[in-house]
């Protein structure tokens, strides 16, 4: 009865402590991940000191494990550039997250001829990566913000204050701009130029004046035209190689990347000098230019009146030589016509002696030709009596008989008696075989005269 009246209690699958142990460890390990690993970003190089005093560098990507210690994020590069709107304010933490390189305002440099300028330029710098190099950096400048401010921000400024001392405004504003640049980028890599400023009076050429014209060319001289120039020389050794004072931030392997000068902004009175040189030197030019163009014009009117003498004395030439030449011309046409009338008559007395040489031998052929015929006529008629001839004769005789006969004008059918009344044929058949019959024996008998042919003589 008393277990059945007692209240029942809540049983569970798991036990509390079974619980809280795994929540516990997860705890733990997260604590311990927070203050023992972070994740190595690209691009930056880092400073590692362990709980235990170890250190290292880490320059790859990924999570790394410094065990309750501390860290420090080093950019590879590191920038330092003078341009408008920066300032010298650096921040430094122990993250990646901030910027570690320095903007600073526009430096204000000296030029060789006392000329200042604001100067804008930009030097990127590469630091070592090696753990020897990178940890002896680390021990003497301890953070990036520091190895700024005590090394590379002076080395800038030194170098392009150094720099600006080497020539004039003048000169870089009139072509220096790249050299000024070059040996820039060379002074920040190897060293500042030990240098000896210079000064030297030069004395030029005095001007004469023209007021005075009584004295005529002897004019006196006036004006002082000393001038005062300032010149840089490198200090050289005994090797002839210019001494350098060498960047101290070279001795930790760090090397420089990039050097520009991005921009240069003199003072405002060189500006208003610079403009009136400017000015003056455009006045030079166009009376340079004017005083050209009056001398093209006193050379262009001597041209034109030399070129219209010329062209008289052309013209006047031009028709000299035409009259000369026609004459010429006619005389050697009266030449050539009464050299062609005696080349002509020696031409028609050489063709008639021609013509009379071949009419004789045409001559002497045809005569040759006529006692080779008569010859061979009269060998004929004594071989066969001229039978040839007689026998074409005979030929030619009945031909001209049947010729007669087949054009006889009467019918060709006839009717009526063997004999008329008066006994005149009638053109009969029968009568005109009869007729043909005798005109066949008379050729038969006619062949057989003997018709002499007189020989030719």
């Given at each position: 009865m008393e277990e059945h009246l007692s209240p029942k209690r809540p049983k569970f699958n798991l036990p509390i402590?079974?619980?809280?142990?795994?929540?516990?460890?997860?705890?733990?390990?997260?604590?311990?991940?927070?203050?023992?690993?972070?994740?190595?970003?690209?691009?930056?190089?880092?400073?590692?000191?362990?709980?235990?005093?170890?250190?290292?560098?880490?320059?790859?990507?990924?999570?790394?494990?410094y065990l309750w210690g501390r860290w420090n994020a080093w950019k590879r590069a590191l920038t330092v550039q003078s341009i408008r709107g920066g300032s010298d304010n650096l921040r430094y933490t122990e993250t990646e997250s901030n910027e570690t390189s320095a903007s600073l305002p526009p430096l204000n440099?000296?030029?060789?001829?006392?000329?200042d300028a604001n100067a804008e330029a930009t030097v990127r710098f590469s630091i070592p990566t090696d753990q020897e190099g990178f940890l002896k950096l680390a021990h003497e400048y301890r953070?990036?913000?520091?190895?700024?401010?005590?090394?590379?921000?002076?080395?800038?400024?030194?170098?392009?204050?150094?720099?600006?001392?080497?020539?004039?405004?003048?000169?870089?504003?009139?072509?220096?701009?790249?050299?000024?640049?070059s040996e820039f980028e060379k002074q920040m890599n190897n060293g500042i130029y030990l240098v000896r400023r210079e000064e030297t009076r030069i004395n030029t050429r005095r001007s004469k004046a023209t007021a005075n014209a009584a004295l005529g060319t002897n004019q006196e001289e006036y004006g002082d035209e000393n001038k005062t120039e300032f010149t840089v020389r490198k200090v050289t050794g005994e090797d002839g190689i210019p001494l350098r004072k060498k960047q101290r931030f070279t001795e930790f392997g760090i090397s420089v990347v990039d050097a520009r000068i991005t921009n240069m902004q003199p003072n405002q009175r060189f500006v208003e000098r610079m403009q009136l040189k400017q000015k003056a030197s455009a006045d030079r030019a166009i009376a340079r230019e004017q005083r050209i163009q009056e001398e093209e014009q006193r050379l262009l009117a001597i041209a034109r009146g030399e070129r219209e003498v010329a062209e008289r004395q052309a013209k006047a030439k031009v028709e000299q030589i035409q009259k000369t030449t026609e004459a010429e011309t006619d005389k050697q046409l009266a030449l050539t016509t009464a050299d062609k009338l005696r080349?002509?008559?020696?031409?028609?007395?050489?063709?008639?002696?021609?013509?009379?040489?071949?009419?004789?031998?045409?001559?002497?052929?045809?005569?040759?030709?006529?006692?080779?015929?008569?010859?061979?006529?009269?060998?004929?008629?004594?071989?066969?009596?001229?039978?040839?001839?007689?026998l074409k004769a005979e030929i030619e005789i009945h031909r001209l008989w049947a010729d007669a006969f087949s054009r006889r004008a009467v019918p060709t059918n006839v009717f009526g008696s063997g004999n008329s009344s008066d006994g005149a044929p009638v053109g009969s058949d029968g009568e005109v075989k009869a007729f043909m019959q005798m005109l066949t024996l008379d050729a038969a008998k006619r062949l057989a005269y003997e018709r002499d042919i007189p020989a030719e003589k």
């Open positions: 402590a079974g619980l809280l142990i795994p929540i516990f460890a997860l705890v733990m390990l997260g604590f311990v991940a927070s203050k023992s690993i972070f994740y190595a970003e690209p691009g930056y190089v880092y400073h590692v000191r362990t709980i235990t005093g170890n250190e290292h560098v880490v320059s790859d990507v990924g999570y790394q494990f440099i000296m030029f060789l001829d006392q000329v953070s990036p913000e520091n190895l700024l401010r005590t090394a590379m921000i002076p080395a800038f400024k030194e170098t392009l204050q150094a720099t600006g001392a080497l020539m004039s405004a003048e000169e870089y504003y009139s072509g220096g701009r790249t050299e000024f640049n080349q002509q008559a020696q031409i028609e007395k050489e063709t008639a002696e021609i013509s009379l040489e071949k009419a004789r031998i045409e001559a002497e052929t045809q005569r040759t030709l006529a006692d080779a015929e008569a010859y061979q006529k009269s060998v004929i008629l004594e071989a066969d009596n001229a039978l040839a001839d007689k």
